[in-house]
Protein backbone atom coordinates (compact mmCIF):
# COMPACT_ATOMS: atom_id res chain seq x y z
CA UNK A 1 0.00 0.00 0.00
CA UNK A 2 1.66 3.06 -0.62
CA UNK A 3 0.43 6.95 0.84
CA UNK A 4 0.12 10.33 -0.53
CA UNK A 5 3.52 12.47 0.44
CA UNK A 6 3.02 14.22 3.73
CA UNK A 7 2.51 17.73 2.06
CA UNK A 8 -0.25 16.91 -0.33
CA UNK A 9 -3.07 17.87 2.58
CA UNK A 10 -5.36 18.63 -0.44
CA UNK A 11 -5.81 14.73 -0.02
CA UNK A 12 -6.02 14.53 3.98
CA UNK A 13 -9.27 12.55 5.46
CA UNK A 14 -8.80 14.79 8.45
CA UNK A 15 -6.56 17.57 9.39
CA UNK A 16 -6.19 18.89 12.60
CA UNK A 17 -4.51 22.27 12.38
CA UNK A 18 -3.62 24.52 15.89
CA UNK A 19 -6.57 22.89 18.14
CA UNK A 20 -6.24 23.44 21.46
CA UNK A 21 -9.48 23.18 24.29
CA UNK A 22 -9.31 24.21 27.25
CA UNK A 23 -12.89 23.07 29.57
CA UNK A 24 -14.28 25.57 32.05
CA UNK A 25 -16.21 24.47 35.29
CA UNK A 26 -16.84 25.50 38.73
CA UNK A 27 -13.95 24.60 39.46
CA UNK A 28 -11.62 26.21 37.38
CA UNK A 29 -10.38 26.31 33.81
CA UNK A 30 -8.21 23.06 32.68
CA UNK A 31 -6.38 22.78 29.38
CA UNK A 32 -7.21 19.75 27.79
CA UNK A 33 -5.10 19.88 25.01
CA UNK A 34 -2.55 21.90 23.71
CA UNK A 35 -1.93 23.47 20.30
CA UNK A 36 -1.95 19.81 18.06
CA UNK A 37 -1.54 19.89 14.20
CA UNK A 38 -2.35 16.78 13.07
CA UNK A 39 -2.77 15.16 9.19
CA UNK A 40 -4.19 11.70 8.64
CA UNK A 41 -3.86 11.08 4.60
CA UNK A 42 -6.37 8.39 3.23
CA UNK A 43 -5.81 5.18 4.27
CA UNK A 44 -3.66 5.61 7.12
CA UNK A 45 -3.86 4.12 10.63
CA UNK A 46 -2.90 6.59 12.89
CA UNK A 47 -2.32 5.16 16.53
CA UNK A 48 -2.56 7.95 18.90
CA UNK A 49 -0.28 7.15 22.25
CA UNK A 50 0.05 9.57 25.96
CA UNK A 51 -0.36 9.43 29.65
CA UNK A 52 -3.38 9.22 31.30
CA UNK A 53 -5.13 13.00 31.02
CA UNK A 54 -3.19 14.24 28.23
CA UNK A 55 -5.96 15.13 26.13
CA UNK A 56 -6.40 12.08 23.63
CA UNK A 57 -10.32 11.74 23.69
CA UNK A 58 -10.26 15.14 24.07
CA UNK A 59 -8.69 15.13 20.89
CA UNK A 60 -11.16 12.44 19.32
CA UNK A 61 -14.00 14.35 20.02
CA UNK A 62 -13.27 17.34 18.42
CA UNK A 63 -12.43 15.77 15.24
CA UNK A 64 -15.92 14.20 15.24
CA UNK A 65 -17.70 17.43 16.47
CA UNK A 66 -18.33 16.36 19.80
CA UNK A 67 -16.42 19.00 21.61
CA UNK A 68 -15.82 22.65 20.44
CA UNK A 69 -12.04 23.84 19.81
CA UNK A 70 -10.84 26.72 21.91
CA UNK A 71 -8.26 27.76 19.37
CA UNK A 72 -7.67 26.08 15.43
CA UNK A 73 -9.81 23.65 14.20
CA UNK A 74 -10.46 20.32 12.19
CA UNK A 75 -11.11 20.04 8.53
CA UNK A 76 -12.66 16.13 7.53
CA UNK A 77 -12.03 15.76 3.71
CA UNK A 78 -11.49 19.47 3.33
CA UNK A 79 -14.82 20.91 4.88
CA UNK A 80 -14.61 22.24 8.43
CA UNK A 81 -16.22 20.41 11.48
CA UNK A 82 -18.55 22.95 13.02
CA UNK A 83 -20.83 19.84 14.98
CA UNK A 84 -21.35 16.39 15.35
CA UNK A 85 -20.38 14.58 12.18
CA UNK A 86 -22.47 11.85 11.21
CA UNK A 87 -20.50 10.57 8.37
CA UNK A 88 -17.85 9.43 10.41
CA UNK A 89 -17.62 5.75 12.75
CA UNK A 90 -16.48 5.72 16.63
CA UNK A 91 -15.82 2.93 18.80
CA UNK A 92 -15.59 3.77 22.73
CA UNK A 93 -14.00 2.13 25.55
CA UNK A 94 -17.67 0.12 25.83
CA UNK A 95 -19.42 -1.17 23.08
CA UNK A 96 -22.50 0.43 24.47
CA UNK A 97 -24.82 -2.12 23.25
CA UNK A 98 -28.71 -2.18 23.95
CA UNK A 99 -29.22 -5.17 25.83
CA UNK A 100 -32.80 -6.16 24.55
CA UNK A 101 -31.53 -6.27 21.19
CA UNK A 102 -29.54 -9.32 19.10
CA UNK A 103 -26.26 -9.12 18.02
CA UNK A 104 -27.79 -7.88 14.19
CA UNK A 105 -30.61 -5.73 15.90
CA UNK A 106 -27.74 -3.60 17.57
CA UNK A 107 -25.94 -3.16 13.94
CA UNK A 108 -29.11 -2.11 12.74
CA UNK A 109 -29.51 0.60 15.23
CA UNK A 110 -27.04 2.86 13.42
CA UNK A 111 -29.14 2.65 9.98
CA UNK A 112 -32.34 3.58 11.82
CA UNK A 113 -30.78 5.98 13.34
CA UNK A 114 -29.48 7.42 9.92
CA UNK A 115 -32.94 6.64 7.93
CA UNK A 116 -30.46 4.48 5.75
CA UNK A 117 -32.08 2.02 3.14
CA UNK A 118 -33.15 -1.19 4.84
CA UNK A 119 -31.96 -3.48 1.92
CA UNK A 120 -28.56 -1.85 1.90
CA UNK A 121 -28.07 -1.72 5.62
CA UNK A 122 -29.12 -5.41 6.31
CA UNK A 123 -26.97 -6.54 3.25
CA UNK A 124 -23.86 -4.67 5.09
CA UNK A 125 -24.93 -5.83 8.10
CA UNK A 126 -24.83 -9.36 7.07
CA UNK A 127 -21.17 -8.80 5.10
CA UNK A 128 -19.92 -7.16 8.56
CA UNK A 129 -21.29 -9.98 11.06
CA UNK A 130 -18.98 -12.29 8.40
CA UNK A 131 -16.10 -10.24 8.32
CA UNK A 132 -15.73 -10.22 12.28
CA UNK A 133 -16.36 -13.76 12.62
CA UNK A 134 -19.63 -13.15 14.18
CA UNK A 135 -21.84 -16.05 11.97
CA UNK A 136 -23.73 -17.77 14.08
CA UNK A 137 -24.43 -15.06 16.75
CA UNK A 138 -26.66 -12.73 14.59
CA UNK A 139 -29.55 -13.69 17.00
CA UNK A 140 -27.82 -14.00 20.29
CA UNK A 141 -28.32 -10.85 22.67
CA UNK A 142 -25.41 -8.97 24.19
CA UNK A 143 -25.25 -11.08 27.47
CA UNK A 144 -24.59 -14.16 25.68
CA UNK A 145 -21.45 -12.47 24.08
CA UNK A 146 -17.71 -12.35 25.07
CA UNK A 147 -16.63 -8.80 25.42
CA UNK A 148 -14.62 -9.78 22.22
CA UNK A 149 -17.39 -10.20 20.56
CA UNK A 150 -19.58 -7.52 22.32
CA UNK A 151 -16.74 -4.85 20.95
CA UNK A 152 -16.77 -6.47 17.47
CA UNK A 153 -20.41 -5.41 17.32
CA UNK A 154 -20.07 -2.06 18.37
CA UNK A 155 -17.26 -2.06 15.73
CA UNK A 156 -19.77 -3.52 13.00
CA UNK A 157 -22.38 -1.02 14.07
CA UNK A 158 -19.30 1.95 13.72
CA UNK A 159 -18.40 0.64 9.90
CA UNK A 160 -21.95 0.48 9.06
CA UNK A 161 -22.87 3.26 6.65
CA UNK A 162 -18.93 2.64 5.20
CA UNK A 163 -17.56 5.55 6.98
CA UNK A 164 -13.77 7.03 5.14
CA UNK A 165 -12.61 7.71 8.72
CA UNK A 166 -12.96 5.56 12.02
CA UNK A 167 -12.00 6.74 15.24
CA UNK A 168 -11.34 4.74 18.11
CA UNK A 169 -10.76 5.46 21.76
CA UNK A 170 -9.11 2.53 23.72
CA UNK A 171 -11.68 0.34 22.11
CA UNK A 172 -9.88 -2.78 23.91
CA UNK A 173 -8.70 -1.81 26.99
CA UNK A 174 -11.24 -3.44 29.02
CA UNK A 175 -10.21 -7.26 26.86
CA UNK A 176 -7.51 -9.57 28.19
CA UNK A 177 -4.43 -9.83 26.61
CA UNK A 178 -5.21 -12.51 24.44
CA UNK A 179 -8.46 -11.46 23.29
CA UNK A 180 -7.00 -8.13 22.66
CA UNK A 181 -4.47 -9.69 20.06
CA UNK A 182 -6.84 -11.10 18.67
CA UNK A 183 -8.74 -8.38 18.26
CA UNK A 184 -6.24 -6.32 16.80
CA UNK A 185 -4.98 -8.82 13.85
CA UNK A 186 -8.98 -8.56 13.18
CA UNK A 187 -8.78 -4.71 13.42
CA UNK A 188 -5.53 -4.99 11.28
CA UNK A 189 -7.47 -7.32 8.69
CA UNK A 190 -10.75 -5.13 8.82
CA UNK A 191 -8.62 -2.07 8.03
CA UNK A 192 -7.03 -3.46 4.85
CA UNK A 193 -10.18 -5.08 3.49
CA UNK A 194 -12.36 -1.43 4.12
CA UNK A 195 -9.54 1.16 3.40
CA UNK A 196 -10.81 3.19 6.15
CA UNK A 197 -8.45 5.73 8.02
CA UNK A 198 -8.31 5.05 11.27
CA UNK A 199 -7.50 6.81 14.22
CA UNK A 200 -6.89 4.87 17.56
CA UNK A 201 -6.30 5.88 21.17
CA UNK A 202 -4.43 3.75 22.83
CA UNK A 203 -2.32 3.09 26.00
CA UNK A 204 -0.92 -0.31 24.63
CA UNK A 205 2.96 0.44 22.39
CA UNK A 206 2.50 -2.35 21.01
CA UNK A 207 -0.59 -2.39 20.22
CA UNK A 208 -0.01 1.33 18.51
CA UNK A 209 3.19 -0.21 16.42
CA UNK A 210 1.91 -3.41 15.31
CA UNK A 211 -2.00 -1.62 13.97
CA UNK A 212 -0.82 1.32 12.76
CA UNK A 213 1.24 3.42 9.71
CA UNK A 214 1.84 6.21 11.99
CA UNK A 215 2.28 6.46 15.66
CA UNK A 216 1.50 10.09 17.70
CA UNK A 217 3.35 9.98 20.38
CA UNK A 218 1.89 12.90 23.06
CA UNK A 219 2.93 15.17 25.91
CA UNK A 220 1.57 15.07 29.48
CA UNK A 221 -1.50 17.49 29.72
CA UNK A 222 -1.93 19.92 28.13
CA UNK A 223 -1.03 17.13 25.63
CA UNK A 224 0.86 17.95 22.45
CA UNK A 225 2.45 15.73 20.02
CA UNK A 226 5.94 15.51 20.58
CA UNK A 227 6.98 12.69 18.51
CA UNK A 228 5.54 10.53 15.07
CA UNK A 229 6.98 7.40 14.08
CA UNK A 230 6.19 6.14 10.33
CA UNK A 231 5.92 2.12 11.18
CA UNK A 232 8.09 0.87 8.27
CA UNK A 233 5.86 -2.67 8.23
CA UNK A 234 3.73 -4.11 5.26
CA UNK A 235 -0.19 -3.34 5.57
CA UNK A 236 -0.50 -7.21 6.17
CA UNK A 237 0.68 -8.02 9.55
CA UNK A 238 1.31 -11.76 11.36
CA UNK A 239 1.16 -10.64 14.70
CA UNK A 240 4.19 -13.37 16.19
CA UNK A 241 6.44 -12.13 12.77
CA UNK A 242 5.63 -8.48 13.81
CA UNK A 243 6.15 -8.58 17.62
CA UNK A 244 10.03 -9.86 16.57
CA UNK A 245 10.63 -7.29 13.64
CA UNK A 246 13.28 -4.56 13.69
CA UNK A 247 11.16 -1.70 12.77
CA UNK A 248 8.51 -3.23 15.25
CA UNK A 249 10.84 -3.10 18.37
CA UNK A 250 12.62 0.27 17.21
CA UNK A 251 9.65 2.26 16.77
CA UNK A 252 8.02 0.61 20.30
CA UNK A 253 11.15 0.86 21.92
CA UNK A 254 11.39 4.65 21.35
CA UNK A 255 7.66 5.30 22.14
CA UNK A 256 8.00 4.03 25.57
CA UNK A 257 11.54 6.00 25.82
CA UNK A 258 9.72 8.96 25.38
CA UNK A 259 6.26 8.07 27.35
CA UNK A 260 9.07 6.87 30.44
CA UNK A 261 6.86 5.20 33.20
CA UNK A 262 3.37 6.81 32.09
CA UNK A 263 2.33 3.90 30.31
CA UNK A 264 2.08 0.42 31.76
CA UNK A 265 4.16 -2.20 30.45
CA UNK A 266 2.68 -4.63 27.66
N1 LIG B 1 -16.01 17.87 29.64
C1 LIG B 1 -14.95 18.15 30.39
N2 LIG B 1 -15.00 19.15 31.32
C2 LIG B 1 -13.92 19.45 32.07
N3 LIG B 1 -12.73 18.81 31.98
C3 LIG B 1 -12.63 17.82 31.09
C4 LIG B 1 -13.73 17.43 30.26
N4 LIG B 1 -13.33 16.40 29.46
C5 LIG B 1 -12.03 16.14 29.78
N5 LIG B 1 -11.62 16.99 30.76
C6 LIG B 1 -10.27 17.05 31.34
O1 LIG B 1 -9.36 17.21 30.26
C7 LIG B 1 -8.19 16.45 30.47
C8 LIG B 1 -7.99 15.50 29.31
O2 LIG B 1 -8.99 14.47 29.35
P1 LIG B 1 -9.04 13.29 28.27
O3 LIG B 1 -10.14 12.38 28.67
O4 LIG B 1 -9.08 13.86 26.91
O5 LIG B 1 -7.62 12.59 28.49
P2 LIG B 1 -7.10 11.18 27.96
O6 LIG B 1 -5.71 11.41 27.49
O7 LIG B 1 -8.05 10.59 27.00
O8 LIG B 1 -7.10 10.36 29.32
P3 LIG B 1 -7.09 8.77 29.57
O9 LIG B 1 -5.88 8.24 28.85
O10 LIG B 1 -6.94 8.65 31.07
O11 LIG B 1 -8.39 8.23 29.06
C9 LIG B 1 -8.37 15.76 31.81
O12 LIG B 1 -7.72 16.52 32.80
C10 LIG B 1 -9.87 15.77 32.03
O13 LIG B 1 -10.18 15.82 33.40
Redesign the pocket.
Known amino acids: MSYPTMNDTSLASVEVAGLSIE ?1 S ?1 KRGD ?1 Q ?2 GEVDLTARPGEFIAIV ?10 L ?1 AIAGL ?1 APTTGGVTLHGEPVRGPRQDIGFVFQRPALLEWRSVRGNILLQAEMRGMDRATARQRCEQLIEMTSLTGFENALPHELSGGMQQRVALCRALLHQPDVLLM ?2 PFGALDALTRERMNVELNRIWRETGTTVLL ?1 T ?1 SVAEAVYLATRVVV ?1 SP ?1 P ?1 RIIEEFDVQLPAERVYADVMQDEAFIEVAARARELLGVEVAAD
Open positions: FSVALGPSGCGKSTLKTDEVHMRG
